[in-house]
């Protein structure tokens, strides 16, 4: 007979090696048991009454925390280590409860007032938060998806810029005409879009391609 851990699969011969195996890996001493209730207290002061926190300590030192309501999940690491003490994560850690505070502070509310935003400004048929990002390669950045009333189906990231430039790119999908300077759109060194006068031109060519229009490209002075 057999033993299987429903944690990660590993199979062991006997029961006691599998109870060793949970101890060593899995079984951690609450080194301070207020410390969850302190964690919660802290990032209930910094974000909106309607968002739900959840504090998961991984293992000895880790702290995963996730905030979520109807609009949004953003997941935080915190985490009280020597600068000697390795991450585990891929994603950015903090060290103090301020900080990850001040995390959780700044991304709700960036993501409810893009949402807020763009619901005011634009007649689009969906657009709703998808992910938020916090890694050492990448830096932080926000996922959101959106479909136009004409069905296009988009993705759009934004990258902590000026939220007013952010906004303005989503007048491609109601704009009949573009004038102004043009220049490549790239992410990550890959070209993505051309703009013109600062709004992306693939959701005009689009929208235009599902109206079943003609685009007209001109040079001015």
């Given at each position: ?189 890959y070209f993505i879009d051309y703009e013109i006068g600062n709004i992306p031109i693939n ?19």
């Open positions: 007979m057999g033993y299987v851990s429903g944690i990660d699969n590993r199979t062991f011969s006997s029961k006691e090696e599998a109870i060793k195996y949970f101890e060593e890996n899995y079984l951690f001493e609450q080194k301070n048991e207020s410390m969850t209730i302190d964690i919660i207290e802290a990032i209930k002061k910094a974000i909106p009454e309607d968002y739900g926190i959840e504090v998961k300590l991984d293992n000895e030192n880790y702290y995963v925390i996730t905030v979520k309501n109807d609009l949004c999940t953003i997941d935080g690491y915190l985490m009280f280590k020597d600068e000697s003490d390795q991450s585990s994560y891929w994603g950015s850690e903090h060290n103090s409860i301020e900080s990850i505070s001040n995390h959780f502070q700044y991304t709700t509310q960036t993501v409810e007032e893009i949402l807020r935003r763009v619901h005011e400004k634009y007649d689009l048929k969906e657009f709703k938060f998808d992910r938020y990002h916090d890694d050492h390669g990448n830096g932080s950045y926000f996922d959101f998806n959106y479909v136009t009333q004409e069905g296009g189906n988009y993705r759009v990231t934004y990258y902590n810029q000026e939220i007013d430039d952010f906004l303005e790119q989503f007048s491609q999908h109601f704009v009949e005409f573009v004038e102004g300077d043009w220049h490549k759109v790239e992410e990550l060194g959701g005009l060519l689009r929208r235009a391609s599902a109206l079943n229009k003609k685009v007209r490209l001109e040079i001015v002075d």
